[in-house]
């Protein structure tokens, strides 16, 4: 059985200013070269990893084109809604969004956590499960939802697709991530991630391997982007697990198509709030300033419910996570 592993398209109508190029051109670009690529593998399954758009009320026209294109690869598409393909991080919400739609129509099938798919092909037989993206996925709680606990004996393979901040070593301080270290105990043989643009690529650990190609379009303005070629990943299950990371030819170069001014007046941007926090911790006398710590011991002090502090950590959160586009 072959399978192909992508995430992260973010399929939209607009180009970012952090690229010099024509975006829904360049999408088109890919998706008609992973046709080309499921042909050449003989690819069975294509498994997408959350963010298919990179809004959940995308142009119909936008998501027309595109589906036309989904179609053509001929092969059942499974996939799990990312943060940026539903309604205020809430997979209930997807009924009403563009990838609800595509759900519907059987474009894609959204996988969910507590509905395993069986896939079968001569003779090999995989559990595939999904985890979409919720606020909390990755609150230090939560990291079940990144765990497999129980696999049918008539199983050969689980695979476990999920859209959070899966990361392979620590991230930025402040910033919620799961390490693959915290769920090295999964049942689950292989462990799909998105979310994370940079991608970790493949990772084995004790004869489990956790994958992230890392996101096919390049929309933000880091310099490691520069550097990145989008890749997809090739997972061939037989008597054994065998991963290949394919790099897309259409994709150019970052030179080419990121934008270096924006790029550098991002760094700018960067240096000088880096430079304003320095000053501060010089003038006051506290080893840090914890936004979430100082929000926490107002609303205790006020009384304000459990319910409502826990929105405004979640909004809190969500302004965090955008402050950081670069590498999310």
Known sequence: MKLLFLTDTHIRGTTPKSRKDNIVETLERKLMEIIKIIKHYNIDYVL?????FDRPDISVSIVGN???ILNEFKVPIYIVCGNHDIYGHNP???NRTMLGLLDALSVVKIVQRDEPVYLCKN???V????QSYTYDIDNGNNSDKYIITDIPKDVNYAIHMVHGMLLNKPFIKGIPYTLIDDIKDTKAHVTLSGHYHSGFGVVEVNGKYFINPGSLIRITNSLSEIERTPKVAIINLDDSIKVELVGLKTAEKGEKILDRDEIENHIFKSERLF???QSIDAAINFDKLEINEILIEVSNAEGVSE????EALRRIAHSQMKNIGDEI
């Open 123 to 125: 003779g090999i037989k």
């Open 48 to 52: 997408h990893g959350g963010d298919l």
């Open 66 to 68: 595109f589906a036309s």
């Open 307 to 310: 319910e409502v502090k826990k």
């Open 92 to 94: 209930n919400t997807v």
């Open 127 to 130: 559990q595939l499960t999904g």
């Open 275 to 277: 430079e304003f926090k």
